[in-house]
């Protein structure tokens, strides 16, 4: 199917002239649409490719052998935007593995740039202005509407031009080593995947703070919600927010989880048909002794020191300076975690990139020779 702006492929001669066309290419802008919001796993659903001056929205959902295409794809140099989600959603789909990155996100975080989104940098940059109602939208469904086709076909319509701005101004200041590092890095950790989960994955925020009868009631909430939103298809969060099953866990705590059950709106408590009755009374009665306990800490550091703490403050005066000498975000050369783990060791440089390391250097060098 083609429109004015893009050509649709779900055919399998389609995705064919597709993958010659590809082949034939050394780069291209590539995004995703994704469906994390209205089912209860991760789907990927749509590929929007643009080279040559043309828009392909590559429907994955469609009965299609992907193999040729993935394969060209892994050949070839990739012009994205926040490109963390993506490729680890491609990693998770094939195992796929991008040869090499450019990310206008990264890029814009290395020019000190405040409001580093797509929309944002389109506007700045262009002059064009994206709606952003089909953000959430089920990109699942088909078919796709008109105004969602649209939206997508926009997010790789300016990216090879916006690459070309940003680029001009990271050769400018001499950054292009960095950026590239960065980039790298993208794909290295995105091989990684997505965090999955395992016995502790009930461990949601603030359920630390509950005693032991509120975890316990954390831990049937959880499993409960896993088990019904997996069962109905949709996404935990739109079964029972984190915020509710704290709040009813404290309650079970309190003694009082009826009465706080009976302030919850009447689509939770309607929940109640479902087991989450069942489930409050499990964590009420569960003997706290049989839960999932945290896996030691292989190494338990001691606070730093107070000559640890001197060399902290030291390191950090010294990437703030710079920060404001480059005119970037100071964690994007060491973040706090990695400031303390200098204080402790300044000759401990793992997790950091190349560059990061040569510009602390000078400070660093001071610090391993006291």
């Known amino acids: 199917m083609e429109d004015d702006g893009f050509i649709y492929v779900d055919k399998q001669d389609e995705l064919e002239d597709l993958c010659d066309h590809l082949a034939k290419q050394a780069e291209i802008a590539l995004d995703s649409e994704a469906d994390n919001l209205h089912h209860f796993e991760t789907k990927l659903c749509l590929l929007q490719l643009r080279f040559d001056g043309t828009i392909y929205l590559l429907d994955v959902t469609a009965d299609l052998d992907l193999d040729r295409f993935w394969e060209i794809l892994s050949g070839l140099h990739l012009i994205m935007h926040g490109s963390d989600f993506d490729l680890r959603?491609?990693?998770?789909?094939?195992?796929?593995?991008?040869?090499?990155?450019?990310?206008?996100?990264?890029?814009?975080?290395?020019l000190g740039i405040k409001r580093i989104g797509l929309a944002a940098l389109l506007e700045e940059n262009f002059g064009v202005k994206i709606p952003k109602d089909s953000q959430k939208s089920d990109w699942s469904q088909r078919p796709l509407t008109p105004k969602m086709l649209k939206y997508a076909a926009t997010d790789v319509l300016y990216l090879h031009e916006?690459?070309?701005?940003?680029?001009?101004?990271?050769?400018?200041?001499?950054?292009?080593?960095?950026?590239?590092?960065?980039c790298d890095n993208?794909?290295?950790?995105?091989?990684?995947g997505f965090p999955r989960n395992d016995e502790n994955s009930w461990r949601i925020p603030r359920s630390d703070r509950l005693d032991e009868r509120g975890q316990a009631a954390v831990y049937e909430l959880w499993h409960w919600r896993q088990n019904l939103s997996k069962r109905l298809d949709r996404p935990p969060f739109k079964v029972l927010g984190n915020d509710f099953i704290i709040a009813l866990a404290e309650g079970v705590s309190e003694g009082n989880w009826e009465f706080v059950f009976e302030g919850l709106p009447q689509g939770i408590q309607r929940r109640s048909r479902q087991g989450l009755v069942d489930a409050l009374k499990l964590g009420a009665s569960r003997d706290v002794k049989t839960l999932p306990q945290r896996p030691p800490r292989t190494e338990r550091r001691p606070p730093l020191s107070q000559q640890e703490l001197d060399r902290q403050d030291v390191i950090k005066g010294y990437r703030d300076?710079?920060?404001?000498?480059?005119?970037?975000?100071?964690?994007?050369i060491a973040t706090?975690?990695?400031?303390a783990q200098l204080g402790r060791d300044p000759a401990d440089l793992s997790g950091f990139l190349e560059w990061q390391k040569e510009i602390l250097a000078p400070c660093l060098e001071g610090l391993n020779s006291q």
Not at 92 to 104: M, P, Q, R, T, V
Not at 321 to 332: A, Q, V, Y
Request: some cysteine; glycine content about 4%; charged content about 35%.
């Open 89 to 110: 959603l491609f990693e998770e789909f094939c195992g796929f593995e991008a040869k090499s990155l450019f990310d206008s996100m990264l890029a814009s975080q290395l």
């Open 162 to 182: 916006l690459r070309d701005k940003l680029m001009a101004r990271i050769d400018e200041l001499g950054r292009g080593e960095w950026l590239k590092q960065r």
């Open 186 to 192: 993208q794909i290295r950790i995105a091989k990684s």
């Open 321 to 332: 300076k710079l920060s404001k000498e480059l005119e970037m975000d100071p964690t994007l």
């Open 336 to 339: 706090r975690s990695q400031v």
